[in-house]
């Protein structure tokens, strides 16, 4: 882009060139390091080259890789330590420039230190950290010099594979970091005790890259400018650490927000937008080169406003990516509208990777299996007809009849969305408006006939090649005497408001639901989600005063109605286990910071006029409640489907439809999009 075409784009900061050194960004946006699990497949180099070229063509700036250790006790993934290794990084950097000579790939340097998983994990001393799987070994000084050469043999070998750069990774609480943060590094000798020893090994080794890599290498060190942590970096320490990186040649400071250990949602969807990039603002004002910001800047707007308002020179956007790989592209042309948004849920994507499983996108099933899941031209167009309009009839009707097939969509309620229409309620779910935007706009965009209020029988399916019943669930009633007490309500109507709740409440069911139910009706004013200083106050943050991890000493005050809620479960396990891997635990913090009681293991014996009858650890017990909610998880709608078969015709199912057990949308978006790309 030209300097004055600029003026005529709808993002002009996101649409500026920045120059480092002598390399040139097209644009202010870059695709944030991820860690996939395609580093460790056994066809690695062909399904990242695939993955990160379609990024390439997307649009961004530029590319940084998932983390790749220096060290074989940096971490059991991908390694790049030996000649022998570059080839396969060879392959994907060639194929990123041929996507797209314009966009830079970074090669990101990760050594996990005490949370690696590795034969023996190391770090500067023998700290356990709460989420590492062992006692790291103490560095001796041989030890820091050998891994001080293993990031610059890494670095020099990154410039070999053809990178245009590295980034070190020096935040949350990997090796880094832990020399930096005073609870880890307990050291008395020259790399520990003054924050000028503490800070000596990063120092080190960016001098020891620089000089292996030459000057003309973009090299980027992220930093965690707010970790999160009580007793974390102080604000001068963090500025201190920044000057000194800039003196030793870094061109690019990237201001990262957390240590994994720490007890604050910095990704989630309940965390604002763009929360953290005024952080990034002020330590932009203390330096001269160029500035990362990152965390929930999912749209283009909200990266045009964080860098208009002078927050950052660069915005970094990780999830956005997977879940949309055309995003830049679509805000250069004008075409926001048509933005699958990462709605922030960590649940193909984060969750994943903290289970050893591949990386992918609730919103998006062919991030990272972009070698295996094609949308290409149907061989014959077919008339489908697609019944229920939720998650997984409108992945399966979009990506259809971007194939050429005509598609009709039918759904009995009069908007699309299903029980998508439930989560957009729950507070800190707000997001989940994003991708009934998307589709919305993907049925126009692909002329989907689209029939709302239309409950859909049998006779209304003739002359359709294909049928595709995407008709959810039906809540269960579970089978206890008194369920159709008064005092008992379903969760679609508390949800939708038709029902009333009392003051005193039963929730009968821990799921997903069960938490989202108790979240709403404990809720007190605006949702965190919506409002920093909420969000601040619910998670005990000081953004300006900044005191150390800009949290120390700070009580979180979580705002609640006063409502006294039970939340229970029949099984043992501890209630909430099976949430979200990297967001249950937000859950279950802020219910408990609100009072919710969590009971599980109980027998449910009755509902009557005195409540509800259970029995705990066989002790009778009666619950004096007003109203009971039963959120005990769900049944497949098969009404249709079965007047389909008595009749002897056929239908594909899926979503909610096929197994509502255990269903999601991300295994009902999934199952939708392997039948659209194959029928
Ligand atoms: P549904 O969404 O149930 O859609 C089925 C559609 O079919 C409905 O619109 C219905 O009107 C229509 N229909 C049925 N029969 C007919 C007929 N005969 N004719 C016409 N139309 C018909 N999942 C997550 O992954 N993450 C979350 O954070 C999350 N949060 C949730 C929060 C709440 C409060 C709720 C209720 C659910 C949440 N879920 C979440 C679950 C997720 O919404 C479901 O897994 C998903 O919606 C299932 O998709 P589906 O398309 O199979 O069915
Ligand atoms: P769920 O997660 O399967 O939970 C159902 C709950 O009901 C469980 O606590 C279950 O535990 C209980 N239950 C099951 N049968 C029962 C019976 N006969 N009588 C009494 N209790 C019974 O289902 P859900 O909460 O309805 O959620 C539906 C889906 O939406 C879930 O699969 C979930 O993944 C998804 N969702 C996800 C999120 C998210 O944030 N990721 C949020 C909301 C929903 P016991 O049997 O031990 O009592
Ligand atoms: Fe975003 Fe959820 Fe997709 Fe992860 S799985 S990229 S958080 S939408």
Redesign the pocket.
Known sequence: MTAQSIGKVKYPHVFSPLQIGPHRLKNRILMGSMHTGLEDVPNAAERLSAYFAERARGGVGMIITGGITPHPSGGRGAKLSEPAEVPMHRQVTDAVHAADPDVKIVMQILHSGPIAHAEQPVGPSAVKSRIGPAVPKELDEDGIEEQIAAFANCAALARAAGYDGVEIIGSAGYLISTFLVEKTNLRTDRWGGSWENRMRFPLEIVRRVRAAVGPDFILIFRISAMDMLQGGLAWEEVVSLAKGLEAEGVNVISTHFCWHESLVPTIATMVPRAAFTQVTGRLRKELSIPLITSNRINMPHVAEEVLARGDADLVSMARPMLADPDLVNKALEGREDEINTCIA?N?ACLDHTFTGKLTSCLVNARACRETEVIVAPARTAKRIAVVGAGPAGLAFATIAAERGHAVTLFDAADEIGGQFNL?KRIPGKEEFYETLRYFGRMIDLHGIDLRLGKRVGAADLDGFDEVVLATGIE??T???PGIDHPKVVRYIDVITGKARVGQKVAI?????????VAELITHEGTSGALDIDVFAREWGIDFRNHPRGGVTGIEPQVASNGREVTL????ASAVGK???RT?GWT?RLTLQRRGVQMVAGVD?RRVDDAGLHLTIEGEERVLDVDTVIV????EPARELFNELAAAGREAHLIGGAYEA?????KRAIKQATELAVAI
């Open positions: 849920c649940q989560a809540p269960r579970p089978d206890v009968m069911g821990a799921g997903g639901i069960g938490f989202d229970l479960q029949r099984k099976g949430l979200g967001t859950h449910y959120c005990a998880g769900q057990g255990e269903l999601d949308a």
